[in-house]
C-alpha cells in the first residue's frame, strides 16, 4: 500500500500562473480588469465562439444563461438526473420547474428519446450535460429544440477541449443557444473558482454581461481605466458574479496548457482501459463515438454490485485503505429532498440514472498523476475486485 493518500483529482498551478498573480496583486487591480479580458478573448477564440463572458463560477453562469434567455415562473426546463446539482438549482433559482429525461447507460447523457417525450406547451429550454466530457448527441437534441423552438444551455462543465464531429463543444451554434464552462479546481482548466459563457447570440451575450455585475451598463474596468467615464445606467437588476483578475490570471495560463494536460488525461484512461479490461465486478465507460473528442474530466466506471458482492460505498472504503482516493459523480439528482418537493419527483422515475447513481465512481485522474499513481491505483483496484 502506498505510504501517502492520492487523490482522486488535484490542480496543477505553474509558477508562471503564481507570478501573474503577484503582479495582479501589485498592480492594485485585482478585481475584474484587463486581464479578465484578455482570458475571454483567449477562451472566445479557443471554442471558436463569438462572445465570451467570465463569471465567477459556471453556476452564476448557469443561472445568467437562463434569465437572459427569459426563462421564469410557469416555465419548463428539461434537463439530465446525472449532473451536479447546480444544474437544477439555477432552474428552481429562476422561478421555472426542472423537468428530468432519463439518461443513455452507456454514455451516460441524457437521452434524446427521452428528452423528445418531456416537451410539454410550457418547455422553454433544454440543458444537455457533456457527462464527464463525452460529448451529447448534440443534432438530435438540437432537431428537438427547433422543431418546438426552444432556447439551449449546454452545461459544458467537463467538457473544456471536447467537440463533436469536429466541432467544438461551446462552439457558436445560433440564436438562443450557449454553451457555460466550469473551472473550479477539479476541472480540465482552473481559476480556482470560475466559469464562463460562451454564445453566439449578441443579445444574450449583452445581456449575461450586464447582469453578471449588477445589472450596470458599465463594469469598474470601463469606469476606473485610464480612458473610462464615471457614468453608468443601471439596466437591470442584477448580480454580483464577476469574475476577479486574479482568477484570469491563472485562468490565462491554464488555457495555454489545456492541450497538454487533456493530453495526459487521455494518456491514463487509455492506460485504465488496458489494465482494468478484464477485471471482475468494473464496467468501463464506453469509448467516445468516432469523430468525437472526449476531453476525459472524469474516468467513471460501474461497479457492478451483483458480481462483486458489495456495494460502490464499500468499493470506495476499500480503495482508501489503499490509500486511494475517489470520489460520487453523480447522486441522481430528482431524488434529492428540495428537487424532490420542486418537482413531484420520486424514485423509479428514472431507471438508467437510478441504476447509474449506486454504481458509478470516479477514478484518480489529473494530469500531474505519476505513472507510479497510476500503477497504484490499477493495484489497488485489483486487489479490490478480486477480494469480493
Known amino acids: 500500500m502506498r505510504k501517502d493518500f492520492l487523490p482522486f483529482a488535484k490542480p496543477q498551478i505553474s ?32 471554442v471558436s465562439a463569438s462572445w465570451a463572458m467570465a463569471v465567477n463560477s459556471a453556476t452564476a453562469g448557469l443561472h445568467l444563461s437562463l434569465l437572459g434567455l427569459g426563462i421564469g415562473p410557469g416555465d419548463e426546463v428539461i434537463t439530465t438526473p446525472m449532473t451536479f446539482v447546480a444544474t437544477v438549482n439555477t432552474i428552481i433559482h429562476t422561478g421555472a420547474k426542472p423537468v428530468f429525461a432519463d439518461i443513455d447507460r452507456t454514455t451516460l447523457n441524457i437521452d434524446p428519446a427521452r428528452v423528445a417525450d418531456a416537451v410539454t406547451s410550457r418547455t422553454k429550454a433544454i440543458i444537455p450535460v457533456h457527462f464527464a466530457g463525452r460529448p451529447c448527441d448534440m443534432e438530435a437534441i438540437d432537431s428537438i429544440a427547433k422543431k418546438h423552438d426552444l432556447a439551449m444551455i449546454e ?29 473550479h479546481p477539479t476541472k480540465n482548466i482552473t481559476t480556482g473558482e470560475g466559469g464562463m459563457v460562451c454564445t453566439g447570440d449578441e443579445y444574450l451575450a449583452e445581456s449575461v454581461s450586464v447582469l453578471r455585475q449588477h445589472g450596470m ?31 484570469a490570471a491563472i485562468g490565462l495560463d491554464q488555457l495555454k496548457r489545456l492541450a497538454e494536460f487533456n493530453r495526459r488525461r487521455a494518456e491514463i484512461v487509455a492506460t485504465y482501459r488496458t489494465a482494468l479490461a478484464d477485471t471482475p465486478g468494473l464496467i468501463l465507460p464506453s469509448e ?19 458480481k462483486l458482492g458489495f456495494s460502490r460505498d464499500e468499493f470506495m472504503s476499500r480503495m482508501r485503505e489503499h490509500n486511494i482516493g475517489t470520489a460520487l459523480h ?43 499513481d497510476i500503477d497504484d491505483t490499477i493495484e489497488a483496484i485489483r486487489g479490490v475486485c478480486a477480494n469480493g
Open 155 to 183: 452545461d459544458a462543465a467537463h467538457a473544456l477541449g471536447s467537440s463533436r464531429k469536429d466541432k467544438a463543444v461551446g462552439s457558436d451554434r445560433g440564436p438562443r443557444h450557449c454553451a457555460v464552462f466550469s473551472f
Open 330 to 372: 453523480y447522486q441522481a439528482a430528482h431524488l434529492f429532498t428540495c428537487i424532490r418537493d420542486a418537482c413531484g419527483s420520486e424514485k423509479g422515475d428514472l431507471p438508467n440514472a437510478e441504476y447509474v447513481s449506486d454504481r458509478i465512481v470516479s477514478l484518480p485522474l489529473f494530469p500531474a498523476m505519476t505513472d507510479s
Open 15 to 46: 509558477e508562471d500562473a503564481i507570478a501573474d498573480v503577484a503582479d495582479s496583486l501589485r498592480s492594485g487591480w485585482i478585481t475584474t480588469g484587463p486581464k479578465a479580458a484578455r482570458f475571454e478573448e483567449a477562451f472566445r477564440e479557443t
Open 217 to 247: 451598463s458599465k463594469g469598474a474596468w470601463n469606469r476606473y481605466a485610464v480612458t473610462g467615464t464615471p457614468h453608468y445606467d443601471v439596466l437591470k437588476p442584477g448580480f454580483k458574479y464577476n469574475m476577479l483578475d486574479i482568477q
Open 288 to 306: 467516445p463515438e468516432p469523430g468525437d473528442v472526449h476531453s476525459w474530466h472524469i474516468f467513471t466506471p460501474l461497479v457492478d454490485v451483483d
